[in-house]
């Protein structure tokens, strides 16, 4: 009962903090290029969790790196810049509501590469899923042509990559403390993220005011959208499945469409009934 209680909290409390990531992001995007919010989102991240947490590594064994270093790149060092270069051309909420295919792509991959069953009903929930997503695209493409929705994809493909990394924790790291995966995460990270960083012109922009305040953007996302949301979220991948873990993206979406609107940004009708349908289907393709 108190495990049943604990992984609804804790879906709970991860939707209202990731919910919240997009906002973030695009803030961050004001001052800064996609590959220096992506690099400077590690670079805090390490820094803090290496801070908190290096002595967690010690509990993770030898044989267990490999798999801490393919989770590092597969759930945060390609959906950083995915999802970043993406915001530079789709509204956050629009990147939120494509981020809600997690599950579809956790199921299917589960099915096709980890050898994990699944049920018809589920098959039909991620067709269904596909098709919201299609028409949230493609109507975003008519009602906002200032803005290129090819960039859609680079979503789709950060979500893919969620899906390969709770399916890699579920099935080789659900004995390991949840602090030393994340910890393990980032400190795999840092170094390719100083690279990618030393490769923009951040450090002749660093002064700038703009920069700085989106610094100060990137710091939240990073420490509270990246560090403790990664803690919570694999903690909820060991006490439930990661069909049910990937479902904070049903929540996803309702909170970032809330700061969205806040910060005057719009959906079509088509576009809330394209999100609606990806989220029926996300329902159908969790359900037991």
Known sequence: MLSRQSKWVLLILLSLIWGSSF?????????????????LRMIFASTFLLIVGFNSLKNIRQHQWKYIALTAFMGTFFP???FSIAQTQIDSSVSAILNSLTPLGTLVLGALVFGLGFQKRQLFGVIIGLIGCILLVLNGAVNHPGQNYWYATLAIL????????????KKYLSDVNPLSITTGNFAVLLVPAIIVLCCTDFFEIANQSDVQVSMLYVGVLAVVGTCIANV???????????????????????????WGVLDHETLSGIQFLGAFIVLV???L???K
């Not at 950060?158 to 924790?169: E, Q």
């Not at 694999?234 to 909170?255: D, E, G, H, M, N």
């Open 232 to 258: 919570i979220y694999f903690r909820l991948i060991q006490i439930s499945s990661p069909i049910f873990a990937s479902s904070v993206t049903y929540l996803l979406p309702i909170v970032a469409i809330f």
């Open 285 to 287: 393709s969790a359900r």
């Open 23 to 39: 906002i973030l992001i695009k803030r961050g995007l004001v001052g800064l290029s996609p590959f220096q919010l992506g690099s």
């Open 158 to 169: 950060g979500a893919i990559c969620y899906a390969v990394n709770v399916n890699l924790i």
């Open 80 to 82: 950083a810049y995915l």
């Open 281 to 283: 289907g996300v329902y």
